[in-house]
């Protein structure tokens, strides 16, 4: 079995659907409690969606000096898998795991209601079966999930494909920046999730595990959580855990 | 005309006694910056804006005004105002 | 008459006796006296004032709620307890109750708000429950008035501030806008939650000697008066000296809360479990052991606290939120403990179970066998009952007013008529400006700023009718609704009450599920003005006698009163609360149109009465005209037919008719399916009725052809009228109105009347979408 | 001990050319108040706590690790510590 742990900070409130959304895509899933140091020698590891010590002060950045975030951080390091969703999102972000920072919504208001994006790669651990370049379904429920990076870096992102997700009209044009209703929060160039340069650690802020099962109305997340937990099966066969990035054909 | 622009700061509060979830929230997770002493600590927020006026007084009670009606909430917050600097308008 | 003596020194305001000061009466004063055997000192005042406020002690409202049903199937705690508890089978059951934050909203919009849904979740909570879904039930006065925008903003974001923090869906409610609630908005919220039926934890205080802990935030002087003065006073919100500390919520802790306290019972540490709310450590430890048959000793000194040099009062009144008092054996201390540190919260062992039945307060301490320390001192005795089920009843009088039939809503227009209005003439704008109307456009740009979604149970969330939510590791779902209509209140309290229960139920039953409980909380004016306690009775009434007729406990609410501000008291608004059970989840069945060719069918028929109807706020109405009559046994008959036809999968789409009448339900399946539909309405009385009048007991569902003749014969044999009204398809709605009625009335006033409705979808979707921003002035986008 | 009580504020606000859609929703206010003559509003965020230290050098130190790493984010945000006062432990 696929063991990926799933981190429990005080105030995460998307833990359980995550580690059920695991479940359906087919991984054993772990709850990692955030004051232990010690992985549990799990081969992946998702940090899920809600409000770690409340949000209060910045999303994610209280959570961000957890025991757990130490052991994250070298896992990282090490080549493992990551993702954040959501508040995992703006942890990996602040903790410097992913570029950029995550600022309040461009409306000022908190937005709970599906999107569409694009994975804007198939090349790697976190999009490999998500679908070619289809537009995907699913919520998405923040705050404070405005991409934000200099111009600079955001070139550098692009050009060297760290760009994961972005924001899509219904036929799949990338969404405008202010002012569209199809980019939630105002997100500059509609990035919905970026990863690391090593391409191990990803971050996007729609929810993929409350869009897993049909009777929820859309399987397209189911994707996402599928292509890491079978890159993460892979690499385990393959002896790799954790090891330098990759790309997974 | 003889306007001067004044750059002032609104620091808004939490009023003692009500309770502050954010600075709770912080105090608790100092421990695990490894950082200790630390007590007391109360979020609030900070607006900076540029009034221009003809006097200090005047520009002060706009900043006022604006404060007492939209930047704090009389009735869990306070608020005091700071004069960070005047100069010609359009300068800042 | 002279009070008895009692506290007279720290009296407030001079010459004001303190008891008077606290909201005291004298008669009040006299009978604590009674049951004290003494004249109580300033803190058993200060408790009493509480307990035996309106809000906590329905002293108002209790013999009127005794007449309501609570028995029924399934049902496994009822009115008392902190939440109805009913059981859905598989070892589960659910958890729901509604409850006000009416007065704390009105002052500070945000904080009232989410501490309201804070409240409520607490309720659910601690009977064991996880909190599953918030539903919230907003009323507000002039949407273009600016003071109402801010309250609208800022209920709106403290729910959703709380609720999306803590990790519970809010996956519906209400948001009406009617003059009478100017001076005094409406925040009701209800939550649902999740348990197995072992785990089915009450708030009792069982076992002399056990001990009393106190888990979760440290209490400060928060709300102070906040029970007493606030929830019971007439409100005006210029006057300061009103103005309590207000309480400020803190969902993070609510989440450490709700984790720790599920934790404790999961783990069997628990002998009870008691939320504070209002009225604070006194209404958790009096009512704990009252419903035990208990007495508490309590350590004031124990308490821990937020701020330095707090009375003994306000320690004990304090409306600190996110707590909970638990009952525990002495031997479970350590473990409690354990479970309190690692989620982070404070934990105190504040007093002892006894078996006097006294709850006494004292300071300086405790011995470890849980006597008062040598040296400690006593400061009050009570007996439990008497700050509880033995605190005062008021009969008050009820009188109906001298003339019962309201004038139209201000604002209305002069011209009257029971046709279409003059000024519409085509029947399609009226459509079109009901569908754009505050009260009936989409609600999206409120509930987008809910998380209706997280912990993956939300199957139809917030905006097409009824919640329903999946429950994991079964086929079942439950469905969830509030509803209220207040302007017929207005009118007929009785009515009101009652319509609101058909309607509610309605909304369940249209899913396919079954309605199994009934939840309320009573939103009415000063009790003591005999007119508004007259109305509150006539409220119970209906809402008594919907649920005998349709066979539906009663398992909680919530009583509101003293709903008025100088500009009047608000319209009588019962708000119903209903939670049903779908069996299989695949019989669900939506309000959209599903299939290009599908039948549509009325079921019902409806009849004259457009009183206090939405096409009334906008139309005005004739003097003479009435509300519609409900009919309950029809009402039963019509929802166990639209079960059974779901049951027997012959639905493809149920969408009741209500607010706006058959037009703008019709108008929904359509838009919210992208197909059209070409329907033939016949008129029976006239077409403003026909078209959008709200009589009850109504439905449009839609199904294949093949299966309208075993519908038919469904219906019959429910003794429901049925009537084969068109075909879905196409990209417009069309309605013809055919039959006697359809040209009368028109001809009558000489004025031409189209008598076909002919809209693009789209130009409905994108004026029923775009209504509420434009109105409340937000701008579109983000 | 020899600690003293530094009381500080930290002043957390968004650097120059940051998008602050806070400050453009106060300014977009103004004219609803009829304020006129205010710009260059940017919302921030302020930060109160007492720091006990042997030295105001010392204490600031403390105020400006915990203000670097925790209270503003160095991407997004520029900060600035303000003594308000200092006294003897636990009289705040
Ligand atoms: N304040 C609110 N919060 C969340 N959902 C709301 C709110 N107001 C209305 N809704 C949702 O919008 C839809 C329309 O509300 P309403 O017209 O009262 O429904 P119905 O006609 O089905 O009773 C429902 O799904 C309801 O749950
Ligand atoms: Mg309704």
């Known amino acids: 079995m696929t063991r990926i742990g799933v981190v429990v900070f005080p105030g995460s409130n998307c833990d359980t659907d995550t580690l059920h959304g695991l479940e359906v895509a087919g991984a054993e899933p772990v709850a990692l409690w955030h004051e232990q140091a010690s992985l549990d020698g799990v081969q992946a590891v998702v940090l899920p969606g809600g409000f770690a010590y409340g949000d209060y002060l910045r999303a994610g950045v209280i959570a961000r000096f957890s025991p757990i975030m130490r052991s994250v951080s070298a896992f990282a390091a090490a080549g493992g898998l990551v993702l954040g969703i959501c508040n995992g999102f703006q942890v990996l972000a602040e903790a410097g795991l992913v570029p950029g920072a995550l600022l309040r919504n461009r409306g000022l208001r908190f937005l709970g209601r599906d999107v569409l994006i694009t994975a804007e790669r198939n090349d790697t651990a976190f999009t490999w079966l998500a679908g070619e370049r289809r537009p995907l379904r699913m919520p998405v429920a923040h705050g404070e999930g405005c991409y934000f990076a200099d111009d600079e870096t955001l070139d550098q992102l692009e050009r060297d494909g760290q760009v994961l997700f972005r924001y899509v009209h219904a036929d799949g044009t990338r969404a405008g920046e202010a002012g569209d209703p199809a980019n939630p929060n105002g997100s500059l160039r509609a990035i919905a999730g970026v990863m690391n340069a090593a391409g191990n650690v990803a971050g996007l802020m729609p929810h993929p595990e409350r869009a897993a099962e049909a009777v929820l109305g859309s399987e397209d997340g189911l994707g996402i959580l599928r292509s890491l937990v079978e890159a993460t099966r892979r690499r385990a066969a393959e002896g790799i855990v954790p090891t330098v990035a990759g790309v997974v054909r | ?92 | 008459m002279t009070a008895p003596a009692g506290g007279g020194a720290g009296g407030a305001g001079g010459a004001l006796p303190l008891h008077r000061a606290l909201g005291v009466t004298d008669d009040e004063l006299l009978a604590i006296g009674d049951r004290l055997g003494r004249a109580p000192n300033d803190l058993e005042l200060a408790i009493f004032s509480v307990m035996w406020s309106e809000h906590c002690s329905y002293k108002s409202s209790r013999p009127l709620l005794k007449t309501l049903p609570t028995e029924g199937e399934g049902v496994v705690a009822g009115p008392g307890e902190n939440a109805g508890v009913i059981d859905i089978g598989d070892g589960l059951a659910v958890a729901f109750k509604i409850e006000s934050h009416n007065h704390p909203s009105a002052v500070e919009p945000y904080q009232g708000a989410a501490t309201g849904v804070g409240g409520i979740l607490r309720d659910i909570f601690t009977m064991g429950a996880r909190p599953i879904a918030v539903l919230d039930a907003l009323r507000f006065g002039d949407p273009t008035d600016a003071r109402t925008r801010h309250l609208v903003d800022g209920v709106v974001r403290g729910v959703g501030g709380y609720g999306n923090c803590v990790g519970v869906p809010t996956v519906g409610g209400e948001l009406i806008f009617d003059p009478s609630y100017q001076g005094n908005p409406l925040v009701n919220v209800m939550a649902i939650g999740l348990l197995e039926t072992r785990e089915l934890t009450l708030a009792s205080a069982p076992g002399p000697g056990n001990l009393v802990v106190l888990f979760g935030s440290a209490t400060g002087r928060d709300g102070i008066g906040g029970a007493s003065v606030l929830a019971s006073a007439t409100f005006t919100h210029d006057d300061p000296s009103k103005r309590p500390s207000v309480q400020v919520g803190d969902p993070f802790a609510e989440k450490l809360l709700i984790e720790a306290s599920l934790e404790l019972i999961t783990r069997g540490l628990v002998e009870g479990l008691q939320d504070l709310g209002a009225g604070g450590i006194s209404c958790a430890t009096s009512e704990t052991a009252d419903r035990a048959g208990t007495g508490m000793l309590v350590d004031l000194d124990a308490v821990p606290r937020r701020e330095p040099g707090m009375e003994p009062f306000e320690v004990m009144i304090s409306e600190s939120q996110e707590r909970m008092l638990a009952v525990i054996l002495p031997e479970r201390r350590a473990a409690v403990e354990e479970v309190c540190a690692r989620w982070g919260l404070p934990c105190a062992v504040i007093g002892r179970v006894t078996a006097d039945g006294d709850i006494v307060i004292v300071a300086g301490g405790l011995t470890d066998d849980g006597h008062p320390a040598p040296g400690a001192r006593e400061l009050a005795r009570m007996p439990a009952r008497a700050l509880t089920s033995d605190a005062i009843v008021h009969e008050r009088v009820a009188s109906p007013p001298a003339r019962t039939r309201k004038a139209p809503a201000p604002g209305a227009p002069e011209a009257a008529s029971d046709g279409l209005p003059e000024r519409g003439m085509d029947p399609g704008a009226v459509l079109l400006a009901l569908l754009g109307s505050a009260n009936l456009a989409s609600r999206q740009p409120v509930f987008e700023q809910y998380d209706s979604t997280v912990q993956t149970n939300t199957v139809a969330g917030p905006g097409r009718g009824a919640a329903v939510m999946r429950v994991k590791g079964t086929r079942k779902a439950l469905v969830a609704t509030t509803d209220c209509n207040a302007p017929v209140g207005g009118i007929d309290p009785w009515l009101g009450a009652a319509l609101s229960v058909a309607e509610a139920t309605r909304n369940i039953s249209i899913t396919g599920a079954r309605p199994l409980g009934v939840t309320n909380c009573l939103n009415f004016g000063d009790p003591t003005r005999p007119e508004a306690f007259w109305q509150l009775t006539e409220a119970v009434r209906g809402l008594g006698d919907a649920c005998r007729a349709l066979g539906l406990p009663v398992t909680g609410g919530n009583v509101s009163l003293y709903n008025e501000s100088p500009a009047g008291a608000i319209l009588p608004t019962p708000e119903i609360g209903v939670v049903g059970l779908l069996d299989d989840i695949d019989r669900l069945t939506g309000p959209a149109f599903r299939t290009e060719g599908d039948l549509v069918f009325l079921l019902g028929a409806a009849t004259p009465g457009l009183a206090a109807s939405e096409y009334a706020r906008l139309a005005g109405i004739a003097p003479e005209d009435g509300p519609p009559v409900l009919d309950l046994v029809r009402e039963m008959a019509l929802q166990r037919l639209v079960r059974a036809a779901i049951g027997r999968g012959l639905v493809a789409s149920a969408q009741d008719v209500s607010a706006g009448g058959f037009a703008v339900a019709a108008a929904e399946c359509a838009m919210w399916s992208g197909l059209g539909a070409r329907l033939r309405l016949r008129v029976a009385s006239s077409p403003a009725v026909d078209l959008f009048g709200e009589s009850p007991s109504r439905i449009i569902i839609s199904g294949r052809p093949q299966d309208a003749d075993d519908l038919v014969r469904l219906a019959a044999g429910h003794g429901v009228p049925i009537e084969q009204v068109g075909t879905v398809g196409g990209s417009r709605l069309v309605i013809e109105l055919a039959g006697s009625g359809a040209t009368g009335a028109a001809e009558e006033r000489g004025s031409r009347v189209a008598d076909a409705l002919d809209l693009p979808i789209e130009e409905l979707d994108r004026v029923w979408r775009t209504g509420l921003s434009r109105i409340l002035g937000w701008d579109a986008g983000s």
């Open chain 2, 1 to 92: 005309m003889s306007a001067i622009a004044y750059r002032f700061a609104v620091n808004v509060t939490p009023k003692p006694g009500i309770l502050d979830p954010q600075g709770r929230a912080v105090e608790a997770s100092l421990g695990h910056l490894g950082i200790v002493g630390v007590s007391g600590v109360r979020v609030g927020r900070r607006i900076e804006l540029t009034v221009e006026a003809a006097s200090e007084e005047a520009a002060r009670g706009v900043a006022g005004r604006l404060a007492a009606e939209l930047l704090a909430n009389p009735l869990i917050e306070a608020h005091e105002i700071e004069l960070l600097g005047s100069g010609a308008p359009g300068a800042r």
